[in-house]
């Protein structure tokens, strides 16, 4: 039986030193979208208790990059922008990227990044970025 392209992701992704570092999983992935998730935990937080900027940048340009991905093959992220809209506080992060336009070797994708606690969601970042095929 063909491994799935989730399976696969997930794959790719644990073959991620730094995102299995900092917990990142792969929720759902297909054609033109991707959708990643972080539990907190206490290193995750800056000094006043929200979730650093890093890690939920880190957890945007990933996503950006699964979604472009699922288009292009293997990819690098090639530039990314992104706003904080308000403080990441919570029990989950999750990403949720999507492909807005796709060549033969580059790709613009957007990004929501949630903070989720108990039945509250919350919209904390967007972001937009240039995905390239590698090689």
């Given at each position: 039986?063909?491994?799935?392209?989730?399976?696969?992701?997930?794959?790719?992704l644990?073959?991620?030193?730094?995102?299995?570092?900092?917990?990142?999983?792969?929720d759902?992935?297909?054609?033109?979208?991707?959708?990643l998730?972080?539990?907190?935990?206490?290193?995750?937080l800056?000094?006043?208790?929200i979730?650093?900027g890093?890690?939920?940048?880190?957890?945007?340009?990933?996503?950006?990059?699964?979604?472009g991905?699922?288009?292009?093959?293997?990819?690098?992220?090639?530039?990314?922008?992104?706003n904080?809209i308000?403080?990441?506080?919570?029990?989950?992060?999750v990403a949720?990227?999507?492909?807005?336009?796709?060549?033969k070797?580059?790709?613009?994708?957007?990004?929501?990044?949630?903070?989720?606690?108990?039945?509250?969601?919350?919209?904390?970042?967007?972001?937009?970025?240039?995905?390239?095929?590698?090689?």
């Amino acid at each position: 039986m063909a491994e799935s392209m989730l399976e696969y992701g997930r794959r790719m992704l644990s073959a991620q030193a730094f995102s299995v570092m900092v917990g990142a999983k792969l929720d759902a992935w297909s054609e033109g979208l991707a959708e990643l998730s972080l539990e907190l935990r206490p290193e995750h937080l800056q000094q006043h208790g929200i979730v650093h900027g890093g890690v939920i940048a880190y957890l945007a340009d990933n996503a950006l990059a699964f979604a472009g991905g699922s288009r292009l093959g293997d990819v690098v992220t090639l530039e990314f922008k992104i706003n904080f809209i308000k403080p990441a506080r919570g029990e989950l992060l999750v990403a949720r990227a999507r492909v807005v336009s796709a060549g033969k070797s580059q790709a613009v994708c957007h990004c929501e990044v949630f903070a989720e606690e108990g039945a509250d969601v919350t919209l904390c970042a967007a972001a937009q970025g240039t995905i390239w095929k590698a090689g």
